[in-house]
């Protein structure tokens, strides 16, 4: 099977810099996302990472190590706006599903 | 371009009720999805369907049926609503050679009483 653990919460204040770690367990493995969600809203799609190393997108960075089972996301010059719930995701080995992480909650403070 | 659509936005049932959910994309998409999401549960995927006809069980698909008859409609059917099965539901859908990336409805907010 497949799990994957993500703290439940973190905190940081404005213009900090914050990093979300996720760690999988799998018997088979394409690559690790990101989504996020805020508060009554819809997950959304931030990134992907099949191999190895640091993907930048803007304030976004992530980042995957395929043999320590191990991705984080790093946010940059935190705003108000970045307080959501992050979920790191894994393709499923059979193939056509996503198996989610339970979500850190991330609050920024002023 | 409305992307994914969910319909009805929120509903109340009383225990034993049916109802089925509408999930509508228009981006052409072979994979959808549905899952539902619980504080503190992320979220859970309840069937998938790969193409037009095509229906999968998730994680956590007892209660609920599925049908994709066409390949922009997914419906979730409840038989026999249960207090167990109040939740947000999000349909969600993808392109084959891109699985990593979802596209989400606005959700349907589900109370069984």
């Known amino acids: 099977g497949q799990s994957l653990e993500q703290p439940s919460e973190v905190t940081a204040v404005e213009g900090a810099i914050v990093q979300i770690n996720c760690t999988y367990q799998?018997?088979?493995?394409?690559?690790l996302s990101w989504y996020q969600q805020h508060d009554g809203g819809a997950p959304t799609f931030l990134s992907y990472?099949?191999?190895?190393g640091l993907e930048e997108t803007g304030r976004f960075s992530s980042f995957l190590s395929r043999s320590d089972s191990y991705g984080y996301l790093l946010l940059q010059e935190l705003q108000m706006k970045d307080s959501a719930s992050y979920f790191c995701?894994?393709?499923?080995?059979?193939?056509?599903?996503?198996?989610f992480g339970q979500g850190t909650e991330l609050s920024v403070k002023p | 371009n409305a992307g994914v659509t969910q319909t009805p936005k929120f509903r109340v049932l009383k225990t034993g009720q049916s109802m089925t959910l509408l999930c509508a994309q228009d981006?052409?998409?072979?994979?959808m999805y549905w899952y539902r999401q619980d504080p503190g549960m992320g979220l859970r995927l309840i069937h998938y369907?790969?193409?037009?006809?095509?229906?999968a069980k998730g994680e956590v698909p007892d209660g609920y049926n599925v049908s994709r008859l066409k390949k922009q409609n997914f419906l979730l059917g409840l038989e026999s609503a249960a207090p167990s099965q109040t939740s947000v539901y999000f349909c969600?859908?993808?392109?084959?050679?891109?699985?990593?990336?979802?596209?989400f409805g606005p959700g349907t907010r589900l109370l069984v009483l």
């Open positions: 995701a894994v393709r499923d080995n059979q193939g056509g599903k996503l198996i």
């Open positions: 969600a859908s993808g392109k084959r050679e891109s699985q990593e990336t979802q596209y």
């Open positions: 981006m052409n998409h072979e994979y």
């Open positions: 990472n099949a191999l190895d």
């Open positions: 369907s790969v193409g037009e006809g095509t229906t």
């Open positions: 799998t018997s088979g493995f394409y690559g």
